[in-house]
């Protein structure tokens, strides 16, 4: 018998002919398991969901402002009136980790608390109760209706008039300890299209997801892509966050959603550093979203906090789910001077100024409020956007992606039962590598028997 290399065996009888077997090589079979891993994400509906601030949180210990105007730098990018509608009569539903019910900035304007988590995309699952254990939700709340106690004393929102409801999709996670423990809002995407479902039920009339909805999403045919379609056909404009990877969003099969998708500005009115650009949606907008890292209140959003997480009842995060919260507060505003949803989304398209740069362009609500009526906004009607080209995405990963992408036929399922989909993907990736060994072993076992046969009758050479 003849060696030629590791995992090779040449067996030659002298009246037999060539056999050869190669065993495959235990550096194949981990590539195999790996390329299979990569694409186990696109498969199974990847990690739980996030919201778009993410790990970008900063000044979160609510310290107050010490310079009043450095805090309310947003609305000087906005250009919001001191006098403007205030979203009387309008409700917003922030699909979130809850708001703070007991917080002075809402008071008496907070119309029903629902926990959807665990509700796995049925409404009807949906239940009283869901405090903000996080903080994000009611973050957000405080962007979209703060009523400040008095005068600059305290954050204030957009449309501090407005009815809320509270829907608890999300909560809070915490990984690492000590210095290294980091809490964010997470969930499944079911529990989140429940709180869309049940919020279209509910009295809203504008809905804020502040969530990563700019990527990892199946559009075409998933599940909270009908669910913002039902929400538009009942008149209720969806607002959503275009998330936080500083990637292009180029799903083709956005423009079919109603759905406005809101990248974030830095305090100087530029992209900040880690926005997604909403290139394909329907409708897209910038707003503000603060630097990750920034200085609170001049660099960051400043916004109310749970009192239960930080006593003074407010603190500063940065992220596009932060400019999500700004459009939504924004179309409160117009809507609460007597035009529907579809009319106001209009103003606000229409009117918004545009960019040098290859953005969408800038949200500003004065120029919306003085704007002439217009009765309706076609579909696909984009914020005009002018200047140079956006900035090239991310660069193609390669055909592990690709393979993910071939999969995606099984991601509407998956978006709504993310974790039986991932188990189901797990147990097919075990079996796939449990197969892949037994016919290994199973072509070795026969070499194994074909030396054995001839050993007695063939000599064994010199490996020399």
Same mark, same amino acid.
């Given at each position: 018998?003849?060696?030629?290399?590791?995992?090779?065996?040449?067996?030659?009888?002298?009246?037999?002919?060539?056999?050869?077997?190669?065993?495959?090589?235990?550096?194949?079979?981990?590539?195999?398991?790996?390329?299979?891993?990569?694409?186990?994400?696109?498969? #199974?509906?990847?990690?739980?969901?996030? /919201?778009? @601030? +993410?790990?970008?949180?900063?000044? *979160?210990? !609510? =310290?107050?402002?010490? %310079?009043?105007?450095?805090?309310?730098?947003?609305?000087?990018?906005?250009?919001?009136?001191?006098?403007?509608?205030?979203?009387?009569?309008?409700?917003?539903?922030?699909?979130?980790?809850?708001?703070?019910?007991?917080?002075?900035?809402?008071?008496?304007?907070?119309?029903?608390?629902?926990?959807?988590?665990?509700?796995?995309?049925?409404?009807?699952?949906?239940?009283?109760?869901?405090?903000?254990?996080?903080?994000?939700?009611?973050?957000?709340?405080?962007?979209?209706?703060?009523?400040?106690?008095?005068?600059?004393?305290?954050?204030?929102?957009?449309?501090?008039?407005?009815?809320?409801?509270?829907?608890?999709?999300?909560?809070?996670?915490?990984?690492?300890?000590?210095?290294?423990?980091?809490?964010? #809002?997470?969930?499944?995407?079911?529990? /989140?299209? @429940? +709180?869309?479902?049940?919020?279209? *039920?509910? !009295? =809203?009339?504008?809905? %804020?997801?502040?969530?990563?909805?700019?990527?990892?999403?199946?559009?075409?045919?998933?599940?909270?892509?009908?669910?913002?379609?039902?929400?538009?056909?009942?008149?209720?404009?969806?607002?959503?966050?275009?998330?936080?990877?500083?990637?292009?969003?180029?799903?083709?099969?956005?423009?079919?959603?109603?759905?406005?998708?809101?990248?974030?500005?830095?305090?100087?009115?530029?992209?900040?550093?880690?926005?997604?650009?909403?290139?394909?949606?329907?409708?897209?907008?910038?707003?503000?979203?603060?630097?990750?890292?920034?200085?609170?209140?001049?660099?960051?959003?400043?916004?109310?906090?749970?009192?239960?997480?930080?006593?003074?009842?407010?603190?500063?995060?940065?992220?596009?789910?932060?400019?999500?919260?700004?459009?939504?507060?924004?179309?409160?505003?117009?809507?609460?001077?007597?035009?529907?949803?579809?009319?106001?989304?209009?103003?606000?398209?229409?009117?918004?100024?545009?960019?040098?740069?290859?953005?969408?362009?800038?949200?500003?609500?004065?120029?919306?409020?003085?704007?002439?009526?217009?009765?309706?906004?076609?579909?696909?009607?984009?914020?005009?956007?002018?200047?140079?080209?956006?900035?090239?995405?991310?660069?193609?990963?390669?055909?592990?992606?690709?393979?993910?992408?071939?999969?995606?036929?099984?991601?509407?399922?998956?978006?709504?039962?993310?974790?039986?989909?991932?188990?189901?993907?797990?147990?097919?990736?075990?079996?796939?590598?449990?197969?892949?060994?037994?016919?290994?072993?199973?072509?070795?076992?026969?070499?194994?028997?074909?030396?054995?046969?001839?050993?007695?009758?063939?000599?064994?050479?010199?490996?020399?």
């Amino acid at each position: 018998m003849r060696t030629d290399g590791p995992g090779y065996m040449r067996i030659v009888p002298p009246d037999a002919r060539l056999v050869e077997h190669r065993p495959l090589p235990s550096r194949a079979l981990v590539a195999i398991l790996l390329l299979l891993a990569a694409a186990l994400p696109a498969v #199974a509906g990847a990690t739980p969901f996030a /919201v778009a @601030a +993410g790990a970008a949180a900063t000044g *979160t210990t !609510g =310290a107050k402002a010490g %310079n009043g105007a450095s805090a309310t730098w947003p609305f000087s990018l906005l250009d919001v009136p001191a006098d403007r509608p205030t979203g009387d009569g309008v409700t917003v539903a922030v699909v979130d980790s809850g708001i703070d019910a007991g917080h002075p900035a809402f008071a008496g304007r907070i119309r029903a608390t629902v926990d959807c988590v665990g509700a796995d995309g049925s409404a009807d699952r949906c239940r009283r109760g869901g405090a903000d254990d996080n903080g994000h939700g009611t973050h957000i709340a405080g962007i979209v209706a703060a009523a400040p106690r008095s005068a600059g004393d305290g954050p204030e929102g957009i449309a501090p008039g407005v009815e809320l409801l509270s829907v608890r999709s999300l909560s809070n996670t915490c990984d690492g300890k000590g210095d290294d423990r980091e809490c964010r #809002a997470l969930g499944e995407l079911g529990d /989140v299209v @429940a +709180g869309v479902r049940w919020a279209i *039920t509910h !009295g =809203a009339d504008v809905v %804020n997801l502040s969530i990563d909805a700019g990527v990892d999403l199946d559009w075409r045919r998933g599940e909270l892509a009908a669910a913002i379609r039902s929400a538009w056909a009942r008149g209720i404009v969806v607002v959503a966050s275009a998330g936080n990877r500083s990637v292009k969003v180029d799903d083709p099969a956005l423009r079919d959603v109603p759905l406005v998708l809101v990248g974030a500005l830095d305090t100087s009115g530029e992209r900040a550093a880690y926005t997604n650009l909403p290139t394909t949606a329907q409708w897209a907008l910038m707003a503000p979203g603060g630097e990750a890292g920034g200085r609170c209140p001049a660099g960051a959003i400043r916004s109310t906090y749970p009192r239960t997480l930080v006593a003074a009842g407010e603190g500063c995060l940065a992220g596009t789910s932060m400019a999500a919260a700004y459009v939504s507060g924004s179309l409160a505003s117009l809507m609460s001077t007597g035009i529907d949803a579809e009319q106001a989304l209009a103003h606000l398209l229409s009117t918004a100024a545009p960019s040098q740069k290859g953005l969408p362009a800038t949200v500003d609500l004065r120029a919306a409020l003085e704007a002439t009526p217009t009765a309706t906004v076609p579909l696909g009607a984009t914020a005009a956007a002018s200047g140079d080209a956006v900035p090239a995405a991310a660069e193609d990963a390669g055909p592990v992606s690709r393979l993910g992408s071939a999969l995606s036929t099984m991601s509407a399922t998956a978006e709504r039962h993310p974790m039986r989909v991932r188990g189901l993907a797990t147990a097919l990736l075990l079996w796939i590598a449990f197969a892949a060994y037994w016919w290994s072993e199973r072509r070795g076992s026969s070499t194994r028997q074909m030396r054995s046969l001839t050993s007695s009758t063939v000599p064994t050479p010199s490996t020399r």
